[in-house]
């Protein structure tokens, strides 16, 4: 990739581009490693952002204040230069991450194509979207004063109908373009088509500008997808493509390898804080640990190290673990063939480890076998065991097919973000990404609630 490879000079990045990027082509940066990384990982805070509140249903103008916010507070740096630089190498580093697969391609040219349409909106002045405009080169003149006076009325009546608009005047600058490069605005019935051409006022051309940014995108990324596979990937084997790899399945928050504001919870807490404060995968494990006297590796891994968060001392864990295994397996085959695995968890065997609690997205794309009980349930339960669960911790019918939508819809974190404010009342504005996330903000919750209890 020609922004880490270039040993050239870098050009001033004035000179490469405006403050508001095409990507039309990788420019000659030189990047560090470390920041290969990370500022891929900030552009895919803001991406994921983006993500959550598309998916929560976020009106327009709460996207524009969502995007303002996500770019401020993980991309700002103190230079102007520096931020362009840094959004050039960051989409140049994910548009490698997301071009393997169709289904990465498609989030990625989604999620980009949205930031690009409130960035656009958000320029500070009509001037500066004609010179984006002019750096895509879009083959469009505007309408003479002759040719508006001639629409006028069928323009003003437009105007009226979708309200919220100025009404058209002889400054307002209009384009002519064919009807079908501006889908959006067509469908919405927002402007003014005569003999195959839409009348598009300058407020609306954010909509001829994202489909031409799309359309690049698009095609750009299978580009991409070509050269990763032919040469990048074996070429970088031990350098980029370990990190390529697994951006698009890290987990960007808190690890939670130690126990946040609640120091810890005690032998005796357990049964009352996994029933007010577990989330349904844990809840899930801790039914069936109480029910079988048993789980699997891949369940002892996830309730295990969750429990660690969320602060059971290595003590009182070996004796939670005993107390249930001995029932099935007997107190010395205990000693002999699981104790080791939880000291390890804690970091007291083996390489000595600190080992963190698993996030949602780990527990998401793991594959439990037959006789698992780990993994996220609003993923791999049947839709009736689902909503027998929900109905378990209390989800009412209402909140429940609001879940279930979005389990359908394959957003399992927005479904476990819904449990969450079904059960507590309360909203989730961040929603959730970690167990361990679920289990603090549930705590501060009921503290808030029962200060005394």
Request: contains cysteine; aromatic residues 10%; charged residues 30%.
């Amino acid at each position: 990739m020609e922004i880490v490879r270039s040993q050239k000079r870098a050009p001033a990045v004035a000179d490469v581009v405006s403050s508001l990027p095409l990507y039309r082509s990788a420019p000659e940066l030189q990047v560090r490693l470390e920041d290969f990384e990370l500022f891929a990982i900030d552009r895919l805070r803001v991406l994921k952002g983006i993500s959550d509140g598309l998916s929560r249903g976020k009106k327009p103008d709460e996207v524009e204040t969502l995007v303002r916010d996500l770019w401020k507070s993980n991309m700002s740096l103190p230079q102007a230069s520096e931020v362009i630089k840094k959004d050039i190498i960051s989409h140049f580093v994910l548009r490698l991450v997301y071009c393997r697969t169709e289904e990465l391609r498609k989030w990625f040219l989604s999620m980009e194509t949205t930031l690009f349409r409130y960035r656009f909106r958000l320029l500070e002045s009509s001037e500066a979207q004609r010179a984006v405009m002019a750096e895509f080169d879009l083959p469009y003149k505007a309408v003479s004063h002759a040719e508006f006076e001639n629409v006028k009325e069928k323009l003003i009546q437009v105007a009226r109908s979708i309200g919220g608009q100025s009404v058209p005047n002889a400054d307002t600058i209009f384009y002519k373009v064919p009807f079908e490069e501006v889908p959006e605005l067509v469908a919405g019935r927002r402007v003014f088509i005569l003999k195959g051409y839409a009348y598009v006022a300058m407020n609306q051309v954010a909509s001829l500008v994202v489909t031409r940014f799309r359309s690049h995108l698009s095609k750009a990324l299978v580009l991409t997808n070509r050269k990763w596979t032919s040469t990048i990937r074996e070429r970088e084997t031990d350098r980029l493509t370990p990190i390529v790899e697994s951006l698009s399945t890290s987990y960007l928050g808190p690890d939670y390898s130690q126990p946040r504001e609640f120091a810890e919870i005690s032998l005796k807490d357990i049964d009352q804080v996994a029933k007010s404060s577990f989330p349904l995968c844990m809840r899930h494990l801790f039914e069936k640990l109480r029910e079988d006297h048993h789980l699997k590796h891949g369940g002892r891994m996830q309730f295990g190290l969750f429990l660690k968060g969320v602060g059971l001392k290595l003590d009182d864990a070996l004796a939670f673990w005993k107390s249930e295994f001995s029932r099935k397996v007997g107190a010395e085959r205990f000693d002999k063939e699981y104790a080791y695995g939880i000291r390890h968890n804690y970091g007291k065997e083996g390489k000595r480890t600190d080992y963190t609690p698993y996030s949602c997205q780990k527990i998401i794309s793991s594959t439990p076998g037959v006789g698992d009980h780990h993994g996220c349930p609003f993923r791999h339960f049947s839709e009736e065991n689902l909503r027998a669960a929900l109905g378990k911790m209390g989800v009412g019918n209402r909140p429940m097919e609001d879940v279930m939508d979005k389990v359908r819809n394959r957003h399992y974190q927005l479904a476990c973000t819904l449990t969450f404010e079904a059960v507590h009342g309360s909203s989730c504005d961040a929603g959730i990404n970690h167990p361990n996330q679920y289990f603090i903000d549930s705590q501060k919750l009921l503290q808030k609630n029962n200060p005394t209890s």
